[in-house]
């Protein structure tokens, strides 16, 4: 019995870790990783959608993530998400990334 006992812990711990990768890895995909030029258009869009100023917020958002290719997920905030988008600044020292 103490076998078996052994062998289920073991198991579950495996189970555990794997399910614990997996998830790091899906948030990772969603703000750190390096997203394709092509992916730049849709997640600005998205990030864009909620404000009234979609012209000049489109262009930096653009901008910022081809130089980045990353962008925060939803319509404000998150930055952190994303250190080289949340760190490019203007002359002025505001930020540049929407």
């Not at 948030?27 to 404000?51: I, Q």
């Not at 962008?71 to 002359?91: A, E, H, I, R």
Request: aromatic content about 10%.
């Amino acid at each position: 019995m103490a076998a078996r006992s052994s062998t289920s812990s073991v198991v579950f711990i495996a189970l555990s870790l794997l399910l614990l990768v997996t998830f790091s890895n899906v948030a990772e995909a969603y703000g750190n990783a390096r997203l394709r030029p092509s992916d730049c258009k849709p997640r600005c869009n998205y990030r864009c959608s909620a404000t009234s100023h979609k012209k000049p917020c489109m262009f930096f958002c653009q901008k910022c993530c081809a130089k980045c290719l990353c962008v925060p997920p939803g319509t404000y905030g998150n930055k952190q998400v994303c250190p080289c988008y949340n760190s490019w600044k203007t002359q002025q020292g505001g930020p540049k990334c929407p």
